[in-house]
C-alpha cells in the first residue's frame, strides 16, 4: 500500500499564484502611493533649503538672490522699467546660493562663467557645470545628473551639463490675446529684470509672495534636454535670450501637471506630482497648492508691487 503523495496539484497552485497575483495588484497603488507621498515631501525639503539659502543670502547682501546680467527673456512683453545689466554678476540665481547650501567648491569653479567668452570656456568649466546639485531635483521628476545640451549650448559648453527643476519667481504676467507663445509681463517678481530685489520692496509681505517653485516641463522631454524651458546649464549663459527661461517662471497661467508636446514651459510654474505644485514663500515657508488655483490669486502672489493680496481678499 503506497503513501499518500505531499503537494499541491496542479489547480491548487495555480490558485495561489491567481490569490497572489491579485493582493500584489491590490498592494501595488498603494505602494507607489506611499513613494510618491515620499518624494513629495523630499522635493518639499529641496524647495526648504533654497529658500533658506535664499534668505541666508539675503541676510549677507541685503537682497535676494536675482538677475544676473541675462538678456531679456523672448516671448515676454514687458510694461515695467527694467533693462537688461549684461555686466551685473555673470551667476544665476542658482549659482549665487551655492555657498550657502554647502557647495563652496561648485560656487569657486563655476562663478561667472555664464558672463565668459565662449572661447574662454575651457574643459575644466566643461567639467564643473556638469556637476548635479541634488537639492535642485524633485526625485518625482528625475534624477540628479548631468543631461543632453543642445544647439549652441552645446557648442559652448560639451555634450551634457547639470540642470534644475526649481525656478525663481520672475513676477506676475498675463497671456497675450494675440499671440499664445507671448505673456505680458504687468509686475515684479523677486527675480527682476535689470535689478536685485530687496525685501522692502516685496509690499504683500513675505508669507504672500512666491519666492521659488517648481517649474514646468514637457512630460517626455524630462532627459532629452531639447525641453524649452530646460535648455540652459545651471551655471547659465547671459547673452542667450533662452538663459532664464530654465530657471525663471511668471505667474502668468496656472501652475499645472507636466503634459505632453507643451511648448509654453519656459514661462509656467508647474508639476510631476498628481496632487500639486511645490513653491516656497518669500519668507521661506513652503507648501502646495493644487492646480485648481485661483488664477487672480496665482497673480497676486506672483507680484512684489504691493496690495494685490488685499485686492484679493476683498
Not at 544676473?68 to 522699467?81: L, S
Not at 535689470?194 to 517648481?214: A, P, Q
Request: with cysteine.
Amino acid at each position: 500500500m503506497g503513501g499518500r503523495r505531499k503537494g499541491f496539484t496542479l489547480v491548487e497552485l495555480l490558485v495561489v499564484i491567481a490569490i497572489v497575483g491579485i493582493m500584489v495588484g491590490l498592494l501595488m497603488p498603494a505602494v507607489q502611493a506611499a513613494r510618491e507621498a515620499a518624494r513629495v515631501v523630499q522635493c518639499q525639503n529641496h524647495l526648504k533649503q533654497i529658500s533658506l539659502a535664499c534668505l541666508s543670502y539675503e541676510t549677507t547682501f541685503k537682497r535676494y538672490p536675482g538677475y544676473a546680467g541675462e538678456w531679456r527673456p523672448t516671448f515676454i512683453h514687458y510694461e515695467t522699467n527694467g533693462r537688461p545689466q549684461l555686466a551685473l554678476s555673470g551667476d544665476t540665481w542658482l549659482t549665487q546660493i551655492m555657498p550657502f547650501m554647502e557647495q563652496g567648491k561648485l560656487f569657486r569653479e563655476v562663478t561667472g562663467l555664464a558672463s565668459r567668452d565662449d572661447d574662454s570656456v575651457t574643459e575644466f568649466d566643461r567639467r564643473a557645470v556638469r556637476i548635479p546639485v541634488e537639492t535642485f531635483h524633485c526625485p518625482t521628476r528625475r534624477d540628479a545628473k548631468a543631461y543632453p545640451l543642445v544647439g549652441s549650448y552645446m557648442s559652448r559648453y560639451g555634450a551634457r551639463a547639470a540642470r534644475t527643476d526649481y525656478a525663481m519667481n520672475g513676477g506676475s504676467a498675463e497671456q497675450s490675446e494675440d499671440n499664445s507663445l507671448l505673456i505680458n509681463h504687468k509686475q515684479d517678481g523677486i527675480w527682476t529684470l535689470g535689478k536685485r530685489t530687496k525685501t522692502n520692496r516685496v509690499f504683500d509681505g513675505l508669507s504672500h509672495t512666491y519666492l521659488t517653485g517648481e517649474k514646468a516641463m514637457d512630460s517626455q522631454r524630462y532627459e532629452t534636454g531639447d525641453c524649452y524651458g530646460d535648455r540652459s546649464p545651471v551655471a547659465g549663459w547671459n547673452k542667450s535670450w533662452m538663459s532664464s527661461h530654465s530657471y525663471v517662471r511668471y505667474a502668468a497661467r496656472p501652475p499645472a501637471m507636466d503634459r505632453v508636446n507643451n511648448c509654453l514651459t519656459c514661462h509656467d510654474f508647474g508639476s510631476a506630482h498628481a496632487t500639486g505644485w511645490n513653491v516656497a514663500m518669500s519668507d521661506g515657508s513652503v507648501q502646495m497648492t493644487n492646480y485648481s488655483l485661483d488664477l487672480k490669486l496665482h497673480h497676486a502672489r506672483g507680484s512684489v508691487a504691493g496690495m494685490e493680496i488685499q485686492d484679493y481678499e476683498h
